[in-house]
């Protein structure tokens, strides 16, 4: 129980992290705003790039793109009451489990960029074999292995 | 940087936690005792109590009663590599994003007993939207939901 | 050949209606008033009624019932580019394919609501089969004969 | 292994019903023929019986019931390609992965009508962790729980 | 508004082609003519062309080519009860919602066909977000985008 | 029907097979035993040769490795209670409806080497047209042809 306590505190720095990306625009509810904390996040989780991705699909789907950034990244992934950490691992683990390696590899290098270690990964993907399946499991194994064989 | 290396560090007593539960049986490699472990996994997240619905599955699917306990409890659910909280999380994602809510009501109930706190658990739901959609989301808002009622 | 005739006229009032609702809030982009406009969606689609379900997921999980409220209905389900009745059809036969049958009814319900027949209805179901199998579209046809029958 | 080779001489009655229902309507290719058919391959797997399921069907769903009885019944289920044995395993194993539980109970009870071992349904059901993972294959096995309670 | 009228009125054209083609085949019950009208709306579809992937399966698999153009084509596509802009919307929504991006194409391209615009297949895989999340719809949006760039 | 009855004596080898590897190891319940007897299942899979796959999967993912060998293979695809071809070709049907068309190719290959026809494998990728849809068999149906096409 005083381990479960102590966990409890120590999860105090990581929150503190996420709060201090966020004090200019954490109140913010225009989409603009809501947008520009997106990107924020994004580039805390992508070693300060903006996302690529979003650029392109802003000139083609600009309602997607503004979704994309404003809803799940301005509004989601940026809320303070759960770590970067378990996010990036929870996204991953979901990301496998639902057969969307893509997203999973993108999950993936932001876990990395943020500390995860590659042998969390690795047990997160283990793990899914129990929930889903090893065929879902297998795939996002070897999408992994591209992945760190990149990094490395 | 420091507050993602503190963090790191801090997740060493719940490391700790798992390998305080596990000396006994870590090593086994016997159908035996894989299964002790994952009783003994199961005690530590219920509450110390057996979980009832693995005994009736033992009378009519015991390969299936096998498997669950010493395959999905004993080898994946004690590996030492992720902690609990971190683990139940995205155990609760990945049901939710399944559409598994039975299952995830289970995981929710495991995490409420080791520690976590009931906004985690919303926060992870809210999450969901993203990867799995908002139906998904809001089936198990109401299955988590009616847990807490029940613990209150 | 008429019937379909006077169907598509019949789609006039859903879009006037659409375009009705639009002036005011379109232009919205603050959380407060994307929510308000969700709500009028809500509104225009049952019978002036606000959704029961919104109101008691409100104070359990605030963000999902304001992301529900704001983004899925008042970004989405309000845009001018699709006539109610597409969005509508489509949501219906989504929601069967994904198995989402609680979520079917609600849309199926809205359909019925803004001028969808019964027949355009069972055809969307039977359509299912192609995409998503016989268990999805059966499961959904059960779905809709029991909303059917609470209707009559 | 004396098992198993009784298992597979029994498997002969039912290859001969098959054959002996398919010489009189194996060329049929109108519709009506089809659902004929149709309704002789639910016979054979349903103790004589008619589907009650189908004939509520046919009454609001009436394409439906006829793409059940002409093309799923009648067309697929009808071929003589495969032995029933094998067609109604598959079945529901594949239905077990999707989670069609119902679809799965009903595809269970022909297997158990036309010889089919309740040892080799748990099989199935086991053999289901693998591809599809546990909560798959507990939910599946429970919905067989119920089932063989019944028929006791 | 002015653009919804006058796309409203254009669906007029492909509700006459739909009942231009019924009266011939609507009635058949055969497999041969219930193939000949799938046939027939795969060139409706199709600008005159029949589909070449037909005929590839039509030698290695015989019943599902035939399965493909008497049942999905002959039987669901070609009904008269929902006009063909409706149809083929949905079916965009339900394959990108399915994760099936290869048939969302084919789909898509019909659509595009038959009159439907850029825009109105933009706001469905928008749409697409809420029942089935953001992977789903950036994954569809992704191959709409080179379908349309390689219509320009 | 001769056709039949010859393909039901030609399991009698598979069935044989199966029986032969299993009293060697069938008690086995140590980790290592249990992944040397899944090792043995793939060598009478696979024409004697070891799955290659899983030789890689070892060094990066040594839990995932050992829990295909030792519990995929090992403890539930040695299960005796199933005859090999049944087993394969429900492994079939299971891969395909779930869109796991990879894993589909491999057990479709494995399906071949102990005597499963391509006449069996097309009639089981035609019936996956009805719980799981079109796309999914259609998708499989392709899989299935280039691995024909490589083995002929």
């Known amino acids: 129980m005083n381990a479960l306590l102590r966990r409890q505190l120590t999860t105090l720095p990581s929150l503190l992290l996420t709060a201090a990306l966020l004090p200019l625009s954490a109140q913010a509810t225009t989409t ?8 924020e996040v994004i580039r805390s989780l992508n070693q300060g790039e903006n996302q690529s991705n979003l650029k392109a699909m802003r000139e083609e789907f600009p309602f997607l793109a503004e979704a994309t950034e404003a809803y799940a990244l301005g509004d989601v992934w ?5 770590d970067n ?3 990036q691992l929870a996204a991953v683990a979901v990301m496998a489990a639902l057969g969307e390696v ?10 990395l960029n943020i500390g995860v270690s590659e042998e969390e990964l690795k047990e ?8 889903a399946g090893f065929p879902r499991a297998i795939a996002a194994s070897q999408v992994l292995s591209e992945l760190l064989a990149e990094r490395h």
């Open 102 to 111: 893509g997203m999973m590899r993108v999950h993936a290098g932001y876990a």
């Open 78 to 82: 940026s809320r303070p009451g759960l």
């Open 85 to 87: 950490r378990t996010r």
């Open 124 to 131: 997160m993907i283990y793990l899914i074999t129990v929930p």
């Open 32 to 39: 603009e705003a809501r947008s520009e904390r997106g990107a």
